[in-house]
């Protein structure tokens, strides 16, 4: 059985790691279970190539501590929700059977964020219809499953939080993390300088990532934080879950 507890979809090889990575690398520490799908292997970047993209993203995944991380192979650039790609995600779905799954926001700057956005909330849906057979990797026919919780990291554009996580204590691993993809971001002695300049190449790249996380964490009173959005609506057994925080 491979099941997971959480999974984070992302569009882009990189795209988990910059927005969530901290998020994830906290949970491996506490013990459970994280794998990511990436719905591209990124061949439309400007920078990197499919197979240097697939190695940066497996060491990322060994940094992060993820069980699996698997790859779609859906168009990069113009990923839309074909039923085929709806039925290739619920087959993980009902392969991992997440609780909670991590993914793009419905308002994003990068059309393919939107597309898989929708790709979740159909593959999400489907995944716990009898009537929708599947067969998993070993050829077995799957059962329904559906996930519980469903939370949208933040890519480029805002969105009101619905909540925050701490990830003060792991920030230095998220940015490690990050720095596994060193044909997309900018890393010195490593990173290739004959490529394209993107926003991500620059040495800025990693102020601005800094900047954000600790404008979240100053949100919450931490050091650093990432944002998400609760579509599933939240709920508490208590208020008791905020008194045992100190301030
Ligand atoms: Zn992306």
Redesign the pocket.
């Known amino acids: 059985m491979e099941a997971v507890d959480v999974l984070a979809v ?3 090889p ?2 988990v790691e910059m927005s969530c990575g901290g998020t994830l690398i906290k949970l491996v520490r506490e013990g459970w279970r994280v794998a990511i799908v990436d719905c591209t292997r990124g061949e439309f970047g400007s920078r990197g190539t499919v197979e240097g993209r697939a190695r940066e993203a497996a060491e990322a995944a060994a940094i992060i501590g993820a069980v699996a991380r698997e790859n779609l192979a859906l168009p990069d650039g113009s990923i839309t929700v074909t039923p085929e790609a709806v039925e290739a995600l619920v087959r993980l779905f009902r392969h991992y059977r997440p609780r909670i799954v991590l993914f ?1 926001p419905p308002f994003e700057r ?1 059309p ?2 939107e597309q898989v956005h929708q790709l979740v909330r159909r593959a999400f849906f489907h995944s716990g219809l009898a009537k929708l057979q599947t067969r998993g990797p070993d050829g077995q026919l799957q059962q329904p499953y559906r996930p519980r919780l469903l939370f949208c990291y933040m ?1 480029a554009y805002e969105f009101q939080p619905s909540f925050y996580v701490d990830i003060s204590d792991v920030y230095e691993q998220k940015v490690r993390a990050v720095q596994a993809h060193a044909s997309q971001v900018y890393v010195p002695g490593v990173s290739p300088e004959n490529e394209p300049e993107t926003v991500l190449s620059r040495p800025e790249f990693w102020e601005l990532l800094e900047l954000r996380a600790r404008y979240f964490g100053s949100r919450i009173g931490v050091r650093y934080a990432e944002a998400f959005l609760a579509l599933t609506p939240l709920g508490v057994p208590t208020l008791g879950v905020w008194l045992q925080q100190r301030d």
């Open positions: 992302g569009a882009h990189d795209d793009p990068h393919d964020h890519q």
